[in-house]
Structures are given as structure tokens and as C-alpha cells.
């Protein structure tokens, strides 16, 4: 049974690997494509900087440069944890 | 006006020279007066490809420097009256190629030729981005398997983002996908992505499908374009690109194996 199994079994080929591998790989590098290099690094920096004073995780920060036709707008979202334990954000509810 | 088309990839040894050569001859053999330029300085080739090797005197960076006229410089070729070579030089560093003097050599060139190809090297130094900064048209180069189709992509930003067209804002170039070093069978096993994988990740306009085939390692060993193979089934798809090109419909064919035997035979037409 398992040798026949062995011929009948779904696995993806290679080439569907392959295909699915390469869409996200390509959807993110084009995600990232115009967009200035200095992002990563500043994206780092600020959660340095925040990290002195809230614990967040690594992705609780998201770094995006926006463009339309007379200015470019850098947007910087950052997640605070929600319990309000942080000695700062104590005032949250 | 001269249109300019540059054969480029990102990622070396997909077949750029092989298909600038087989482009270009096949342009040159419609009666479109053709020049094929090699801008991989350093590392020529498409000399060598082309069959002129022992023929360059001058090159595409004398030219640049004055050193050469560029009707010193251009190789005629001796099978196709319409094509010339302008060979890239071998010695030099690649910082002799300029913005300026690339833009020089393609502004006389086109007052004298319909067609200038330019054969991108590599990568996406300096020599690539030259390459494609003039072209109206880009053909990108690419083999079904998974760095190939990266680098194409790769590509394409550059294309869009770095060209004289994208800093002009002017039209952007017109890409096409030639699909090259293709196996049919591998892609019916499974083992190779296929066109139209190929095509949905990239999202370009099909020109050609090139099927992997001796007749090109042949070719190339004898300087022999290998368009000019006409029985060959790759240079038979490479005269389908460029009537495709030149804007006739044209199936594209070679993307099914090959059938044997009388079934084949009826149902090959």
C-alpha cells in the first residue's frame, strides 16, 4: 500500500514549488522596490529608541514612504502593547 | 530615428548575446538596417558570437573617446549587408562607458540604421543600466527556473525606474518576455515552470518561447547566428520572434513536445 501510495501521492512537483516560492519572494521585493534604502536602518533606529522607553515586539513597527504628485509622506506606525502596565502609557485604558 | 532594444536578463548565462545575435541578424535579413552593439566592456563576446572576431579593429569605448570614428568602428557583417557590429572593448574598465558618450554613439547611429540593438552584459553595474537607459523596447531574457525569473524581475524595476524614458516621464519602454532554454518535456513532468507560470509571475507580453536545443551551442561554435539555422527548431522560433517583433501574428510554436510517429504527423498540420 505504501508503495502505492508512493505514486499516487499529491506532492506538489517541483515546478509548482518553484512557482509558489518565486510569487512571494517577488511580491515582497516589489513591496519594497522605489522605496528609499535608508528605510530598513531607520525602521531599526526608531524601534531602538522606543524600546528605551515601551517594550514592543519587532513587528510593531512598520516604516512607509508614500508618494503623490507635489510631496512624499513617511508614515511610522507603531503598536503598543495593549496592557497598560508600560510606566509611560500608565494613563491607558 | 533609429528604435533601440536592449536584450537584457540581470542574471548572466540565460542567453543574451545568443538572442541579440539571432535578433539583430534576423532584423538585418527583413531589410531593416540593423546594428548590434556589445556593451559588456571587459568581456567581449558578441564578436565572437557573430563570427567577426578576427575582423575588430576599433571599438564601442574608441569610439566614445574619439580615438575611433564609428564608421571605423562598425564591423559589416559579411552575410547580411544590413548589419553592422559595433564590438565592445576587451582591455578597458567599464568606467570608459558614460552616460554622454553612449547617448553620442546611439544619436549617430540613428540617423543611419532603423534598428540598434544593444547587448546588456550581466548584472545591473554600470555597463546594464547604460544598456537599457536609451531603449524604447527591452527584451528580457529569461530561463524557467526560480533565479532567472528574480533577476528579470529585478530587472523590470530597473527598467522602469532608471531609463532616460522613467526620468523623462515619457512612455515607458515596451518589455517582452523571451523565454529561452525551454523543455517541454521537463515542463510536463513537473520538473520546470512553465510559460505561463513564467508569465503570470511577470506579468509580460510573450514575444518568444526559444527551445533548448544543440543547434545553439552548434551555432555559437561556428560564429553562426543561430537564427541562420533555419531547420533547427531554435532558430526557426527565433525568426518567429522577430516577425512577432515586427509585428506580424505569429503562433507561438515548440511549447508542446515533440509528437512521433503518424499521430504526430496528423496532428502537426
Given at each position: 500500500m505504501?508503495?502505492?501510495?508512493?505514486?499516487r501521492?499529491?506532492?506538489?512537483?517541483?515546478a509548482a514549488l518553484?512557482?509558489?516560492r518565486?510569487?512571494?519572494?517577488?511580491?515582497h521585493e516589489?513591496?519594497?522596490r522605489?522605496?528609499p534604502d535608508?528605510?530598513?536602518?531607520?525602521?531599526?533606529?526608531?524601534?531602538?529608541?522606543?524600546?528605551?522607553?515601551?517594550?514592543v515586539?519587532?513587528?510593531?513597527?512598520s516604516?512607509t514612504?508614500?508618494?503623490d504628485?507635489?510631496r512624499?509622506?513617511?508614515g511610522?506606525n507603531?503598536?503598543?502593547?495593549?496592557?497598560?502596565?508600560?510606566?509611560?502609557?500608565?494613563g491607558?485604558? | 530615428?533609429a528604435?533601440?532594444?536592449v536584450?537584457?536578463?540581470g542574471?548572466?548565462?540565460?542567453?543574451k548575446t545568443?538572442?541579440?545575435a539571432?535578433?539583430?541578424m534576423?532584423?538585418?535579413?527583413?531589410?531593416?538596417?540593423t546594428?548590434?552593439?556589445?556593451?559588456?566592456v571587459?568581456?567581449?563576446n558578441?564578436?565572437?558570437?557573430m563570427?567577426?572576431?578576427r575582423?575588430?579593429?576599433?571599438?564601442?569605448?574608441?569610439?566614445?573617446?574619439g580615438?575611433?570614428?564609428l564608421?571605423q568602428?562598425?564591423i559589416?557583417d559579411k552575410?547580411?549587408d544590413?548589419l553592422f557590429?559595433?564590438p565592445?572593448?576587451?582591455?578597458r574598465?567599464?568606467?570608459?562607458l558614460?552616460?554622454?558618450?553612449v547617448?553620442?554613439?546611439?544619436?549617430?547611429?540613428?540617423?543611419?540604421?532603423?534598428?540598434v540593438?544593444?547587448d546588456?552584459?550581466?548584472?545591473?553595474e554600470r555597463?546594464?543600466t547604460l544598456?537599457?537607459y536609451y531603449a524604447?523596447?527591452?527584451?528580457v531574457v529569461?530561463?524557467?527556473?526560480?533565479?532567472?525569473?528574480?533577476?528579470s524581475d529585478r530587472?523590470?524595476?530597473?527598467l522602469a525606474?532608471?531609463?532616460?524614458?522613467?526620468?523623462r516621464?515619457?512612455?515607458a519602454?515596451?518589455?517582452?518576455?523571451?523565454?529561452?532554454r525551454?523543455?517541454?518535456?521537463?515542463?510536463k513532468?513537473?520538473?520546470?515552470l512553465s510559460?505561463?507560470?513564467?508569465q503570470e509571475?511577470?506579468?509580460?507580453?510573450l514575444l518568444?518561447?526559444?527551445p533548448e536545443?544543440k543547434?545553439v551551442?552548434?551555432?555559437s561554435?561556428?560564429?553562426t547566428p543561430?537564427?541562420?539555422?533555419d531547420?533547427?527548431?531554435a532558430?526557426?522560433?527565433?525568426?518567429?520572434?522577430?516577425?512577432?517583433?515586427?509585428?506580424e501574428?505569429?503562433?507561438?510554436r515548440?511549447?508542446?513536445?515533440?509528437?512521433k510517429?503518424?499521430f504526430g504527423?496528423?496532428?502537426?498540420?
Amino acid at each position: 500500500m505504501g508503495f502505492l501510495d508512493y505514486f499516487r501521492s499529491t506532492r506538489p512537483t517541483s515546478a509548482a514549488l518553484a512557482k509558489e516560492r518565486l510569487q512571494i519572494l517577488i511580491a515582497h521585493e516589489r513591496a519594497q522596490r522605489g522605496k528609499p534604502d535608508y528605510l530598513p536602518r531607520l525602521q531599526q533606529e526608531l524601534l531602538e529608541v522606543i524600546r528605551k522607553y515601551v517594550s514592543v515586539d519587532d513587528d510593531a513597527i512598520s516604516v512607509t514612504m508614500e508618494q503623490d504628485d507635489n510631496r512624499e509622506i513617511l508614515g511610522v506606525n507603531i503598536i503598543l502593547p495593549d496592557d497598560g502596565e508600560q510606566g509611560r502609557r500608565s494613563g491607558q485604558d | 530615428m533609429a528604435r533601440i532594444i536592449v536584450v537584457t536578463s540581470g542574471k548572466g548565462g540565460v542567453g543574451k548575446t545568443t538572442t541579440s545575435a539571432a535578433i539583430s541578424m534576423g532584423l538585418a535579413m527583413q531589410g531593416k538596417r540593423t546594428a548590434v552593439i556589445d556593451f559588456d566592456v571587459g568581456l567581449r563576446n558578441l564578436d565572437l558570437i557573430m563570427g567577426c572576431e578576427r575582423r575588430v579593429v576599433y571599438d564601442f569605448v574608441n569610439v566614445i573617446n574619439g580615438e575611433a570614428s564609428l564608421n571605423q568602428a562598425l564591423i559589416k557583417d559579411k552575410r547580411c549587408d544590413n548589419l553592422f557590429i559595433l564590438p565592445a572593448s576587451q582591455t578597458r574598465d567599464k568606467d570608459s562607458l558614460t552616460v554622454e558618450g553612449v547617448g553620442k554613439v546611439l544619436e549617430n547611429l540613428s540617423e543611419n540604421f532603423e534598428f540598434v540593438v544593444c547587448d546588456s552584459p550581466a548584472g545591473i553595474e554600470r555597463g546594464a543600466t547604460l544598456a537599457m537607459y536609451y531603449a524604447d523596447d527591452a527584451v528580457v531574457v529569461t530561463n524557467p527556473e526560480v533565479s532567472s525569473v528574480r533577476d528579470s524581475d529585478r530587472m523590470l524595476g530597473i527598467l522602469a525606474s532608471k531609463s532616460r524614458r522613467a526620468e523623462r516621464g515619457e512612455e515607458a519602454i515596451k518589455e517582452y518576455l523571451l523565454l529561452t532554454r525551454y523543455s517541454p518535456q521537463r515542463v510536463k513532468l513537473g520538473e520546470m515552470l512553465s510559460v505561463e507560470d513564467v508569465q503570470e509571475i511577470l506579468s509580460l507580453h510573450l514575444l518568444g518561447v526559444i527551445p533548448e536545443s544543440k543547434s545553439v551551442l552548434n551555432a555559437s561554435n561556428s560564429g553562426t547566428p543561430v537564427i541562420l539555422d533555419d531547420k533547427s527548431d531554435a532558430g526557426q522560433a527565433y525568426g518567429d520572434v522577430v516577425r512577432r517583433y515586427l509585428g506580424e501574428e505569429v503562433p507561438h510554436r515548440f511549447l508542446e513536445e515533440e509528437k512521433k510517429g503518424l499521430f504526430g504527423r496528423l496532428f502537426r498540420g
